[in-house]
């Protein structure tokens, strides 16, 4: 383990931290992860994040664009695992990113977070550990600065590129492999003891390829129906555009 | 009817015969850059043999971007970048480079290059003195729009009276745009850094411009030895698509989740989320240490370590450093030399370490303000060790050796 002066821990850290990087925390190579600050196994990192998400406080999934939105093979094969890992957290929460404009005037926090102001979701449903994936990289950063310096959210970055430094916790690399590993991580440490703060099983997903992979069971695809004249769903707002004068 | 008649034999005026049968076609022959193949970046910046050839910097350059794999470049000319610029229309003309124009003036061209970064391809432009000062709103833009591209800056007079003449205050200027900054010091590294600038920029975690500088004239239109791996080589393409930011493609749902700015309101939000940008720009910009080391062989190079007399520069001025280190130290002087090869990140810890033991810091620079000198005081402990003064020139004119040797010897100018 390479120790690391400046620690990332759970905030509220004050009204504008420095960001991780500046204060001297590097990245983790590939087999390496970051655990406040400090390059650590990759078990090792996935150990302390599966730990607060099963110990802390309303624990919430938050998929970006990149999962969200079936765009490559990559983000295709990473979803149901993604879901595995819901299922063994019990008391999560799904709150996607969506899209990273600003929501005004006001945003719904029980049904997304921004990162214009993450801290706003955050806060209302008092989350106190939280995982991102499929989070632009700019936007992952932008959004986890915001959260340590207003919240005491443990913060938690899977990402497919080089990893976070202002997360609590953070793997490189992460595809569909390792997202079962961690699953598998959060398995293992109930096996081991581990008592969740929360009782039962995590989300069931109730998609049929959710459902099909999580059971093994012969689930046939729903037929896709073709709505022809749908384009007009979001015609209005493409013809107004936002309303930057709306308070 | 035609059996028993000569064949007709048709000449043209010089008497040769002229058949109705075209030549065998040939081949079709793979031209630029489909006749490269694309080499990890390690091979081609580290490993790959390399022969000596005896060329300008703009020429150098102009292999360097043979090696790119570049898209599209775009530039207005100027002096002393026009030349490098033309040879890089060489290479358009030769099928290197998939598009190339003059933009309208450099304002248009840096905008022009803010459009094709965020569609995703390998971006490059040049430019010089006045011409990066009127470019430099939307080369600020750049960093926060997260787009990564290559912009060459040949160093000249900015101010009046005009002159096109060496001198490079204008980097000043781009100290705080958040740009990575580097600063060749020879044709060689003219033709290395732009290659190590568009592979840093492009790395995820990074995901911003980089600007390679070099004083022109000494460098560009002069000519000296750079040793250049085979030309039928090149690095992979931009991998747009792992960057930091979603690009502007609309083939990919929802095009909507784009760059767009955070409104700005009068709330605190607003606020704190444009500040937690910028610093996102500064902390992309520290992750690039990673990569510069690996392909620069650090952010410094560093000459007689040991020295109590240490010389530190940048560009230009490391060559003139050299040799003044070599004459003193053929004096018996006890001299050495920190050669800064990355402006932005600074070598802030690399800095404190070699000049730790030094009694006196040298600082040449070609330009009045002394803004390298400015940058070293702000981060290296007791500064009164660095000689007042410089030595600087500007203007236009030359750094003699002998004016080196006046401060290392502290003699003359150096009387300090």
């Known amino acids: 383990m390479k120790r690391q002066a400046y620690k990332v821990l759970p905030g509220p850290e004050g009204l504008l931290p420095p960001p991780a990087s500046i204060m001297g925390v590097r990245l983790p190579d590939e087999g390496e992860g970051l655990l406040h600050g400090d390059i650590v196994s990759e078990e090792e990192a996935m150990e302390g994040a599966a730990m607060a998400l099963l110990t802390r406080k309303n624990p919430t999934l938050f998929p970006g664009p990149l999962m969200i939105w079936g765009w490559t093979e990559h983000t295709r094969e990473k979803a149901p695992p993604f879901f595995e890992i819901a299922h063994e957290i019990p008391g999560v929460r799904i709150i996607p990113m969506p899209d990273y404009r600003p929501i005004y005037p006001k945003i719904d ?47 938690i970055a899977l990402c497919a590129e080089a990893g ?32 969740p703060l929360y009782e039962g099983h995590g989300i069931i997903p109730s998609g049929w390829a959710q459902q099909a992979h999580l059971t093994g069971a012969d689930i046939e695809q729903p037929r896709e129906e073709v709505h022809v004249g749908d384009g007009h769903a979001l015609g209005h707002e493409l013809e107004r555009g936002l309303d930057e004068n709306e308070e | 009817m035609a059996e028993g008649l000569e064949e007709e034999v048709k000449t043209n005026p010089q008497g040769d015969v002229i058949t109705a049968t075209a030549p065998p076609p040939k081949l079709e022959e793979k031209k630029g850059a489909a006749a490269q193949r694309v080499v990890d970046p390690d091979y081609l910046l580290l490993h790959a043999p390399r022969k000596k050839t005896f060329i300008t910097g703009s020429e150098a350059a102009k292999e ?40 309208e003036e450099e304002y248009g061209v840096m905008s022009a290059i803010a459009g094709a970064s965020r569609s995703g391809v390998r971006c490059l432009s040049a430019t010089a003195g006045p011409g990066l000062m009127r470019g430099l709103e939307v080369i600020s833009s750049w960093p926060g729009g997260r787009l990564p591209a290559v912009l060459l800056i040949m160093c000249r007079v900015i101010n009046a009276p005009l002159a096109i003449q060496p001198d490079n205050v204008e980097l000043s200027y781009m100290l705080s745009t958040g740009c990575i900054l580097l600063h060749a010091e020879n044709q060689q590294d003219f033709y290395d850094y732009p290659l190590v600038g568009f592979m840093v920029g492009e790395k995820p975690e990074v995901t911003l411009p980089v600007a390679v500088a070099v004083d022109g004239f000494f460098v560009t239109h002069a000519r000296g030895w750079v040793r250049l791996p085979e030309a039928d080589i090149k690095l992979p393409p931009r991998q747009c698509y792992h960057e930091a930011v979603p690009m502007m493609d609309n083939e990919n749902p929802p095009i909507r989740i784009s760059r767009d700015a955070p409104i700005q309101k009068s709330n605190f939000i607003s606020y704190q989320m444009h500040a937690s940008w910028q610093q996102e720009i500064w902390a992309a910009g520290e992750r690039s240490r990673k990569w510069l080391n690996r392909w620069l062989g650090g952010l410094i190079e560093v000459v007689n370590p040991t020295a109590k007399t240490m010389i530190v520069a940048s560009g230009a001025a490391v060559s003139q450093s050299r040799e003044a280190v070599r004459q003193a130290t053929e004096q018996g002087a006890d001299v050495g030399l920190v050669k800064i090869k990355s402006i932005r990140p600074f070598p802030t810890e690399e800095l404190i370490e070699a000049l730790d033991h030094a009694e006196r810091i040298i600082i040449p620079e070609f330009n009045y303000v002394g803004w390298l000198a400015r940058e070293v005081r702000n981060v290296i402990p007791r500064t009164e060790r660095v000689v007042p003064g410089g030595p600087r020139v500007f203007g236009g004119m030359s750094m003699p050796t002998e004016l080196l040797l006046e401060y290392v010897l502290g003699t003359g100018s150096g009387r300090h």
């Not at chain 1, 008092?126 to 913060?155: D, P």
């Open chain 1, 109 to 155: 926090p029980e049904a997304v977070i921004n990162p214009c102001h993450p801290n706003l979701t955050i806060w209302h449903n008092k989350i106190e550990a939280c995982i991102f994936v499929g989070v632009h990289c700019h936007f992952a950063n932008v959004t986890l600065k915001m959260i340590r310096a207003g919240t005491n959210c443990f913060t």
């Open chain 1, 164 to 195: 976070h430094e202002d997360a609590m916790a953070s793997v490189p690399n992460v595809g569909a492999d390792k997202l079962r590993k961690f699953a598998e991580v959060l398995r293992r440490l109930k096996r081991e003891g581990v008592k």
């Open chain 2, 64 to 103: 360097s971007i043979r090696r790119a794999n570049v898209d599209i470049a775009i530039s207005y000319p100027i002096t002393p970048q026009s030349e490098t610029m033309q040879q890089v229309g060489y290479l358009y003309a030769e099928g290197y480079l998939k598009d190339y124009y003059r933009g």
